[in-house]
T-cell receptor, first 113, second 114 residues
């Protein structure tokens, strides 16, 4: 099976712009989670989607949003980018039950200038 | 609220020696526990998990972890370290009850010297 794929892998934006990141889960996985990884804060949970519904949301401002499509693919959007949004954004997919393992994609590295 | 503590930012070990990476957790109910490894410029790779049953869990690449409920710990171990094991290791916990999220520790950098 193909793993979790994320596009683009690298992105450079300037402050004030917006960005959309995409994640395609492993075939058959209906749960998708997003995380932000920075050297200072580590891995922080952004949101989790299951069957097109947001099931959980982390403690991030409203500039961060996401959605999931009927084919389980997910996108996250960050509007009005700030320098502090520079990070590795990781997507993970899993089967629907809580004890199932989350499998991570390679991430999208976002640099905000 | 659930949380994970990895008390060591870095662990240094010589190749061939046993290694331990420590993890303690806090959840209100019973935990699902996971270990992941991250190599430079890569995503996280799953190593092993504890759901229920035997407290000693065996995973990928010769790693194992021991669940200790009384000490709320889930330390990662390997009998003989390899230089290629050098990477960033994350412990994570999820509460069995409800739709809780997966919470990660800050990570521990493992450096294995030749």
């Amino acid at each position: 099976k193909a793993g979790v794929t994320q596009t683009p892998r690298y992105l450079i934006k300037t402050r004030g712009q917006q960005v959309t990141l995409s994640c395609s889960p492993i075939s058959g996985h209906r749960s998708v989670s997003w995380y932000q990884q920075t050297p200072g804060q580590g891995l922080q949970f952004l949101f989790e989607y299951f069957s097109e519904t947001q099931r959980n949301k982390g403690n991030f401002p409203g500039r961060f949003s996401g959605r999931q499509f009927s084919n389980s693919r997910s996108e996250m959007n960050v509007s009005t980018l700030e320098l502090g949004d520079s990070a590795l954004y990781l997507c993970a997919s899993s089967l629907e039950v809580l004890q199932e393992t989350q499998y991570f994609g390679p991430g999208t590295r976002l640099l905000v200038l | 609220a659930q949380s994970v503590a990895q008390p060591e930012d870095q662990v240094n070990v010589a190749e061939g020696n046993p290694l331990t990476v420590k993890c303690t957790y806090s959840v209100s109910g019973n935990p699902y526990l996971f270990w992941y490894v991250q190599y430079p410029n890569r995503g996280l790779q799953f190593l092993l998990k504890y759901i229920t049953g035997d407290n000693l869990v065996k995973g990928s690449y010769g790693f194992e972890a021991e669940f200790n409920k009384s000490q709320t710990s889930f330390h990662l171990k390997k009998p003989s370290a390899l230089v290629s094991d050098s990477a960033l290791y994350f412990c994570a916990v999820r509460d069995m009850g409800g739709y809780s999220t997966l919470t990660f520790g800050k990570g521990t950098m493992l450096l294995v010297s030749p």
